[in-house]
């Protein structure tokens, strides 16, 4: 039973997650067929979502106020629309909950199928199975199927009818008595599975059964169907159970109390809760232990996907943290229809595992890396092949063969991806051998790994030499034990989960306390996009101080981000401190904590304040989120006197003067202090402090100037492109959008240089004159690329979308999904800055002049 507790717990924790989807229990059968055609070779893998998985079946706690969460508690003076919006809340789950049990049911019927046939040959003269192994691996499907069938053909008609009087609770009441079903399920279920794996390696017509078993589409799917093995159909209803109590949790948070349904639904759900309470006393806690023929009992910690820098090259590692060692392994090639095993590359016993210091003489080995340039490109593939999947979904209901080579495409560019993007070195030193890196892509997880293995090394530990039977044995069980199964693409996900989000965070970081001495602090704050978490934004350092009042405000763009990940960190002064790995002085972080960005908490109008609690300390911050539609629209100031959201005409006409006040002055600052300034245009800068300049130009303060010395670079230069950002139309206008489009897709270099100069020709003069001074600018920034890390690429990305974007009317009609920000267009707009970026400098004069032979319309 060891194997269900680790089931128990993640599902613990998806009944505490208030984002969890209950309505996504469809099953990808595609990722299945890839699954099995993984290599498990040196560049990442395609690894599906096993069905030995560990989802776990958890509870809340049985205290009353936990258990009957109330919907009138929040209830301000507009209570009655309140209880109005959570009656068509109940409604929404009620409908979701329904749609996910029928494909429930389609998976029982699909397992159920071949059993009658089976059966009907265990008497004969070739049985395919006895009868014995029948009934174990059948065992209690059929009673939960009628459970369910009944339940479903129930709730259906209610649901068909709905009247916000009607009653459900005693369908869920009947169901939740029910469960001691599942209880027989879940105590054979091991065996179950067990004995299906052995008839498979003895019986080739069962193997080809158990792994081509026909579930049915839901109704409106046509005839859709999907392959799915055995093995992860008879893991569906260990799933199935927690699944109801969360739609339970969910209904009582949105059904009124004087409501006939709430003390039904409270009942189920104290009977659903004492059940899986129950089920979880009965196991053994060590759920990730494996005994070693001494009868030693090891037990796994940590386990995850790491890219190790090995012989010079990047390769995929599964590293798992034992209580006594450290394995790195990785994926074994097998031959299809065989299961997936790991290979040890090396192990170190935690009493002899060491962290490189700054002292250490050694020096770091060459990190391979990828271009900025080639890492953008890999990230806009990505994103034409999401758009492309789905367009390939809409075209087609069922499954296809162009949408499998499209997600085998994406998998491989994913892959290839979070392999080359890892840049922070995390070194791992063994006493009495070699040294190990790791590439990490954020010092959040690098400190996670460090903090694990530095708790376990506080222990009275003992040096572990194993023989090669152990370590076999070990490495063998770390399929079974492993608690991360997949690689963070997109690939791997269910259809249902959330793509996450696009467009711009606003986040403000007020303050920190819990600190017990006076420190230098700062915070710094990551998002996760396309699978790996980046660095975005840092706060000053705020001085010996225990109580930091930072109050900055930040914009960070979202590439479908699902987490907001706050760093605290002890600024260090000591130059000596120097680390060695990343040329940086080390920090030492004081705290750290993540948050998950709901979209429906986030995509408020308002300000949602909440606060990261981390080793003690609290950081408090605000957050709030645009759409990359809303981020499109361009407000005209109806204040002609400011120069922000002002047409580029009228503030060069009144200002008597070519290129405008606020552009030439930010480029001169920027030019005279921050042009080694690392990350300088793609750091944000403080929004408040941005505001303040905004407010300053607009109003033509004397004290411009001051305000400019004093500033931070980075809020100047996000003052330079909020500037761009808000003008009625972009500097290179709504009219010759199309044609720039058209232009940098021609692949004659010749009629590419005709059209892209013609066109800067039709642009007007003020637009014009200002955007060759900023390519002039923009160029002189990036020959200090080794010291401000700011490529041509790097700047053409962080400014093409905002010189040059469709019009509110081209954008609705091309963003009709969250992902197609990195479509086509936005491909198409970095790579026309960058065009002019590369090109020989450009005379105004010599432009005027020479007409060519350009005379198409625009």
Known sequence: MNFFFEAMCVMRSLVASKDFNYNTDGYDGDATDDHKSQDGSETMPYIDESPTMSPQLGTRSQDSEAVSP????????????DIEKGLEMRKLVLSGFLA???????????????MKPLKATATTSQPVLTIQQIETIFYKIQDIFEIHKEFYDNLYPNIQHWDNKLTVGHLFQKLASQLGVYKAFVDNYKVAVETAEKCSLANNQFQKISENLKVKGPKDSKDCTTTVSMEALLYKPIDRVTRSTLVLHDLLKHTPKDHPDFPLLQDALRISQNFLSSINEEIDPRRTAVTTPKGEARQLVKDGFLVELSEGSRKLRHVFLFTDLLLCAKMKKTAVGKHQQYDCKWYIPLADLAFMTVDDSESCPHVQTLSEEEIEEMKMKISVIKSDIQKEKKAMKCQSRALDRLRKKMNEQESCLLLHSPTIPFRIHNKHGKTYLFLLSSDYERSEWREAIQKLQRKDLQACVLSSVELQVLTGSCFK???VHNIPVTSNKDDEESPGLYGFLHVIVHSATGFKESANLYCTLEVDSFGYFVSKAKTRVFRDTMEPQWNEEFEIELEGSQCLRILCYEKCYDKTKLNKDDNEIVDKIMGKGQVQLDP??????????????MNGIKVEFSMKFTTRDLSLKRTPSKKQSGVFGVKISVVT???????????RQCIEEVEKRGIEEVGIYRISGVATD??????????NTKDILVMLSDMDINAIAGTL?????????????????????????????AAKENCMMHLLRSLPDPNLITFLSLLEHLKRVAEKEPINKMSLHNLATVFGPTLLRPSEVESKAHISLASDIWSHDVMAQVQVLLYYLQHPPISITELKRNTLYFSTDV
Request: hydrophobic share 40%; net charge negative.
């Open 70 to 81: 109330s919907p009138h508690d929040a209830l301000g003076p507009g209570g009655h629309t």
């Open 100 to 114: 996910s049990e029928e494909i429930y049911i389609n998976q029982l019927e699909a397992l159920l199928l071949p």
């Open 481 to 483: 034990l492993r608690t």
């Open 600 to 613: 429906q908490t986030v995509q408020s109008k308002n300000w949602h304040m909440d606060v990261i609690e």
């Open 653 to 663: 006409k009144r200002e008597r003067s070519k290129v405008p006040y606020i552009v």
């Open 690 to 699: 941005i505001q303040a300049l905004k407010a300053a130009f607009d109003t």
């Open 721 to 749: 492109k909020l500037y761009f950002r808000e003008l009625p139309e972009p500097l290179l206008t709504d009219r010759l959008y199309l044609a720039f489009m058209e232009g940098i897709a021609l692949s004659d270099p």
